[in-house]
């Protein structure tokens, strides 16, 4: 069975950094892009960026890049998401997902993790 | 751009659903999905390639279209179909989504 398990919900000051991680397990980890997505309360969905695990190739939605870090372990099958300097707009639901075709970027989104909610608030 | 319409469709259980996905440029092969989300829950694929159906989803959803034009239609509401539906484009790598439609009990 495929998995992407998320790490739980943060509550974080301006300021503060934070690292989200996003476990997959029941399937090739390395051979899946995995995608960063931000949800914002009562709002749509904003893909953030994607990685290719087996060999960490990241691309960042312009809005996004230099504001976020995206990451991956293959060797622990686990990708990450990461803040340097939080802001309160940073405030959001995220979610990974696997892009559902191997080795390609233009494809759907087929699983998703349960969605790490940030609160940031001084 | 995906601009999805309604915006709010107020259905009983047992009608029709019929939403529309329409793009602001051509998506090529058909590279559309879409994804229902309920409250406190990740999204979930229903569609992609316009009409092939996700694993383990009921026949009564199916989508159609191509082109600009995109259409999931759910063909009797069932209490639990009762949500936000999202329509999605790869065909850039940017995948981009519409504003969502929420389908409500009426």
């Known amino acids: 069975e495929v998995r992407l398990v998320q790490s739980g919900a943060g509550v974080k000051k301006p300021g503060e950094s934070l690292k989200i991680s996003c476990k997959g397990s029941g399937y090739n980890f390395a051979e899946y892009f995995i995608a960063w997505l931000r949800q914002k309360p009562g709002k749509g969905l904003e893909l953030m960026g994607i990685?290719?695990?087996?060999?960490?190739?990241?691309r960042y939605r312009p809005a996004f890049q230099g504001q976020v870090t995206i990451s991956a372990d293959k060797s622990i099958t686990t990708a990450y998401l990461q803040w340097r300097g939080l802001k309160a707009s940073d405030s959001a639901m995220y979610y990974c997902?696997?892009?559902?075709?191997?080795?390609?970027?233009?494809?759907?989104?087929?699983?998703w993790g349960q969605g790490t909610l940030l609160t940031v608030s001084s | 751009v995906l601009t999805q319409s309604p915006g709010t469709l107020s259905l009983s259980p047992g009608q029709r659903a019929t939403l529309s996905c329409r793009a602001s440029q051509t998506v090529s092969n058909n590279y559309l999905a879409w994804y229902q989300q309920k409250p406190g829950q990740a999204p979930r694929l229903l569609i992609y390639?316009?009409?092939s159906r996700a694993t383990g989803i009921p026949d009564r959803f199916s989508g159609s279209g191509s082109g600009t034009d995109f259409t999931l239609t759910i063909s009797r509401l069932e209490p639990e179909d009762f949500a936000v539906y999202y329509c999605?484009?790869?065909?850039?790598?940017?995948?981009?989504f519409g504003g969502g439609t929420k389908v409500e009990i009426k």
């Open positions: 999605q484009q790869y065909d850039s790598f940017w995948l981009t």
């Open positions: 990685i290719y695990p087996g060999d960490s190739e990241t």
């Open positions: 390639a316009s009409s």
């Open positions: 997902a696997r892009l559902r075709e191997e080795r390609r970027l233009q494809s759907s989104l087929d699983y």
